[in-house]
């Protein structure tokens, strides 16, 4: 135990568990319960966010769903920051999204995390959260595929911290956009074979 403090400060191992457990918080799952859809997991493309929300619902639902993803990115970060300091901020935007993407509630079988990221990321520097929403937002114009939105956006965040934030974020960014992107990888899949659905259909 002491060796693992040493590495590992109190501080931080608190950081990391708590937003993990914040992120692990399935709010797709629980919305698709408590609205009557049932389990989204066995419905549209069997993901939890907003985007399958938005298929198997309606686009009150997706945006709540949206809205409480990234909100716990928001909330870890914030409180991270807060209470534990502002080293520990970023260790809580990867936890977060870690508890998104494997949540402990849902036998480690959980969403995307582009919602959850993209709040993380706001609140550890909001340019880089203004940058990833316009990214997204021009790709999905001219493709109408959420995927591929997502994929590009998180593929350059780590691009714009390294010009106009510090190394840190984008060693941070970094990590975050390989987790996403692996986690996309059978869209990444659908995509080569010319299947994946878009939003539009």
């Known amino acids: 135990m002491q060796i693992l403090f040493q590495y590992f400060p109190p501080l931080s191992l608190a950081a990391v568990l708590s937003s993990y457990l914040i992120g692990s918080i399935p709010f797709g799952y629980v919305i698709g319960i408590v609205c009557g859809l049932g389990d989204i997991r066995k419905?549209?493309?069997?993901?939890?966010?907003a985007t399958n929300m938005l298929r198997v619902g309606n686009r009150l639902l997706a945006f709540v769903t949206l809205f409480s993803d990234s909100g716990k990115g928001v909330l870890a970060v914030f409180l991270a920051r807060h209470y534990m300091g502002e080293s520990n901020a970023s260790l809580a935007a990867i936890a977060v999204v870690c508890g998104h993407i494997f949540p402990l509630w849902l036998g480690f079988k959980g969403g995307k995390g582009v919602a959850t990221t993209l709040g993380a990321l706001t609140m550890l520097y909001w340019p880089l959260g203004i940058f990833m929403c316009l990214a997204w937002l021009l790709v999905f114009t001219l493709t109408g595929i959420s995927s591929v939105s997502a994929i590009v956006a998180m593929a350059l965040a780590p691009t714009f911290c390294?010009?106009?934030?510090?190394?840190?974020?984008?060693?941070?960014?970094?990590?975050?956009a390989v987790l996403v992107i692996a986690k996309h990888h059978a869209n990444i899949r659908r995509l080569i074979s010319g299947e994946e659905h878009t939003i539009r259909k």
């Open 162 to 176: 390294l010009f106009f934030a510090t190394p840190p974020l984008a060693v941070c960014s970094c990590i975050l």
């Open 43 to 49: 419905q549209g493309s069997g993901n939890i966010g």
